[in-house]
Nanobody, 115 residues
Framework: QVQLVESGGGLVQAGGSLRLSCAAS????????LGWYRQAPGKQREWVAG???????NYADSVKGRFTISRDNGKSTVYLQMNSLKPEDTAVYYC?????????WGQGTQVTVSS
C-alpha cells in the first residue's frame, strides 16, 4: 500500500511559479514510479509529468520547458516545480504512484492561475 498526500497548490498570477509536493508513506518509496496528472473543470484527467524509480523523467508537450519533476527518496517526496504558469494550467493536480501492478492516487491540490 502507498498513501500519497499532495500540497503546495494555490492561487498565482500568470507568469508566476508554484512548487507542488507529494509525500508518500507505506512502502519503499524508491521503488515507486511517480507521476503528476491534472484535471481542469469539464475536462478529462491528463498526464503532466512522470519520474521513474530509475530517475528518468518525461513531460507532456504542454508543460515541457516550464515544469520540472523531481524526487527525494530520503524524504519519500516527489515535487513538481511549475514556472511561467498560464491560466490554462488551472486544474486540480494529482500525484500518482505505481508499484508492481498497483496504482495509487492522492487527493489532489488545486492550482489556479489568474490572467
Amino acid at each position: 500500500q502507498v498513501q500519497l498526500v499532495e500540497s503546495g497548490g494555490g492561487l498565482v498570477q500568470a507568469g508566476g511559479s508554484l512548487r507542488l509536493s507529494c509525500a508518500a508513506s507505506g512502502t519503499s518509496f524508491s521503488m515507486v514510479d511517480l507521476g503528476w496528472y491534472r484535471q481542469a473543470p469539464g475536462k478529462q484527467r491528463e498526464w503532466v509529468a512522470g519520474i521513474l524509480a530509475s530517475g528518468s523523467t518525461n513531460y507532456a508537450d504542454s508543460v515541457k520547458g516550464r515544469f520540472t519533476i523531481s524526487r527525494d527518496n530520503g524524504k519519500s517526496t516527489v515535487y513538481l516545480q511549475m514556472n511561467s504558469l498560464k491560466p490554462e494550467d488551472t486544474a486540480v493536480y494529482y500525484c500518482r504512484g505505481q508499484l508492481d501492478f498497483s496504482t495509487y492516487w492522492g487527493q489532489g491540490t488545486q492550482v489556479t492561475v489568474s490572467s
